[in-house]
C-alpha cells in the first residue's frame, strides 16, 4: 500500500481532496505543510472564529491509493481538473506499513449524515451509536442506512452532487414511482430511491464495474433493482429520472434523458457547477424547463418536470 503526497495552495485543497476521491484514492487527508517551522498555524485561529476555507495556506494533501492503481492516472485526473500541473518531482509515493492501512482508511470514512433521514454508513460503523436507529423501510421516521464502503473506482458518497441527488430524492419521492438512475456509479442515488419508496428502479452506467458495483450494493443492502449497460435498457419512460454524471455528457444526452421523463414526471440532474447551469438548461429547453432546486459548495442541482 502507498501513498500519494501532494502540495496545494489553500484555495484548491477541498477540490484537490475530491478530485482523488473520485480518481479511485481510498482516503484523503489534509495536513499544514509548514508544520513544525516557524510558518506553522492554528487552522482556526481565535477561539470560536472558524475560517472559510478548511485548509492552512501551504497544504500537504496525502492520499491512500489502493493496489494496482497507476499514480501517472491519478495525476493526469488532477490536471485535467485544473487543480494544477504536477510535474515531475511535484509530487512522490511512499510506502504504508501493510498494518496501517485499514485502520487510516477507517478513520477517514465516518458515517455522513446527508439529508434528512439518509446516512452514508461503512460497514464498520454498521452498529455504531454515533448514527440514529435504522428503519430502512419506506414510510417510517427513522434514518436510512445505506451501507457503503469506499471502492476503487466510485468514491464513497460525500460528494456535494451526491448529497444534492439524495436530497432530491428524499423531498420528491412520494412512494411506487419508476425511477431511472442514468450513470449510477456505486448505486447508491438507486439504492436510496428503492429505501424512500419507489416502486421499481433502473440503473444504467456505460461501465461495467459500476454495473457490478451497484448490484452488489445494492444486495448488501437488501434493495431489489435492474443494473445494466446502456445498450440493454428497453424503451419506456419513468415518473423520475436522475443523472449526477458532468456538464458535457449532460448535455449530450439531453434528447435521450428527456425523453425517458414521462408525461407529468420528473427529471433532476447533477454534476453541474453554478456557472455551468444556465448551459445545462438551455439544453434541455425543447422539452422541459430546468430550474436551480439548491446549490451546494459551488455544485447545483438542476430540477425540471416535463409537461407532456
Known amino acids: 500500500m502507498r501513498e500519494l503526497v501532494l ?12 478530485a482523488l476521491l473520485e480518481a479511485g484514492m481510498l482516503s484523503v487527508s489534509v495536513e499544514d505543510a509548514d508544520s513544525n517551522t516557524e510558518a506553522e498555524r492554528a487552522l482556526f485561529g481565535e477561539p470560536g472564529l472558524e475560517p472559510d476555507v478548511q485548509a492552512w495556506h501551504r497544504n500537504r494533501v496525502v492520499a491512500l491509493m489502493p493496489d494496482g492503481l497507476d499514480p501517472a492516472q491519478v495525476i493526469e485526473v488532477v490536471r485535467e481538473a485544473g487543480l494544477g500541473d504536477y510535474g515531475d518531482g511535484e509530487w512522490l509515493l511512499r510506502d504504508v506499513p501493510d498494518e496501517d492501512w485499514v485502520r487510516l482508511t477507517q478513520s477517514q470514512f465516518p458515517p455522513i449524515q446527508v439529508a434528512g433521514r439518509i446516512w452514508i454508513v461503512p460497514s464498520w460503523h454498521r452498529n455504531s451509536p454515533d448514527v440514529p436507529p435504522v428503519s430502512n423501510a419506506a414510510g417510517a421516521d427513522e434514518a436510512l442506512h445505506i451501507e457503503l464502503d469506499p471502492g476503487l473506482a466510485f468514491g464513497t458518497g460525500s460528494h456535494p452532487t451526491t448529497h444534492l441527488c439524495l436530497a432530491w430524492l428524499e423531498r420528491h419521492i412520494k412512494g411506487h414511482e419508476t425511477v431511472l438512475d442514468y450513470g449510477c456509479g456505486s448505486g447508491i442515488l438507486a439504492i436510496a430511491a428503492k429505501m424512500l419508496g419507489a416502486a421499481s428502479i433502473t440503473a444504467v452506467d ?46 449530450v444526452l439531453a434528447p435521450m434523458l428527456a425523453n425517458r421523463v414521462a408525461p407529468g414526471g420528473h427529471l433532476a440532474l447533477s454534476g453541474v457547477l453554478e456557472r455551468q447551469a444556465d448551459e445545462v438548461a438551455l439544453a434541455y429547453a425543447p422539452w422541459l424547463k430546468l430550474e436551480v432546486w439548491q446549490e451546494r459548495e459551488g455544485w447545483v442541482c438542476l430540477h425540471g418536470q416535463r409537461v407532456h
Open 7 to 18: 502540495l496545494c495552495p489553500e484555495e484548491r485543497a477541498e477540490a484537490l481532496s475530491d
Open 206 to 251: 456505460i461501465d461495467e464495474q459500476a454495473v457490478q458495483s451497484t448490484r452488489q450494493n445494492a444486495s448488501i443492502n437488501g434493495v431489489q433493482l435492474q443494473a445494466m449497460l446502456p445498450d440493454a435498457l428497453a424503451e419506456g419512460q419513468f415518473q423520475i429520472v436522475v443523472a449526477n454524471i458532468l456538464s458535457n455528457p449532460l448535455k
